[in-house]
Nanobody, 121 residues
Framework: QVQLVESGGGLVQPGGSLRLSCALSGRILTPHAMGWYRQPPGKRGEPVAILSGGGTTEYGDSVKGRFTVSRDGAKNTVYLQMSNLKPEDTAVYYC???????????????WGQGTQVTVSS
């Protein structure tokens, strides 16, 4: 089965940087889009960055200029480089996939388990 596993979270001081990774396993025929979402404590989840299959990117207004999403096709890994982190960035970050798996089915709700990012002095 297709699985997404996030890693790279941790405790960072304001202004610091982190790189999150989303490793995809299982046979994926077509990655239509990948995205990063986050859920701050006690709040609703929100989109952070989206990477289309064609390589175009979109970012939430609050992270533009600070976060960068990219992918390594050979490694089947999607990254979220986060710089100039702020306390408001504290959240559980989730990787999302819009994928067609080996069975030919396309699903937009592949999710990882999340990785905690805490920005604090």
């Amino acid at each position: 089965q297709v699985q997404l596993v996030e890693s790279g979270g941790g405790l960072v001081q304001p202004g610091g940087s982190l790189r999150l990774s989303c490793a995809l396993s299982g046979r994926i025929l077509t990655p239509h889009a990948m995205g990063w979402y986050r859920q701050p404590p006690g709040k609703r989840g929100e989109p952070v960055a989206i990477l289309s299959g064609g390589g175009t990117t979109e970012y939430g207004d609050s992270v533009k200029g600070r976060f960068t999403v990219s992918r390594d096709g050979a490694k089947n890994t999607v990254y979220l480089q986060m710089s100039n982190l702020k306390p408001e960035d504290t959240a559980v970050y989730y990787c999302n996939g819009d994928l067609t798996a080996a069975d030919g089915r396309r699903r937009r709700d592949y999710w990882g388990q999340g990785t905690q990012v805490t920005v604090s002095s």
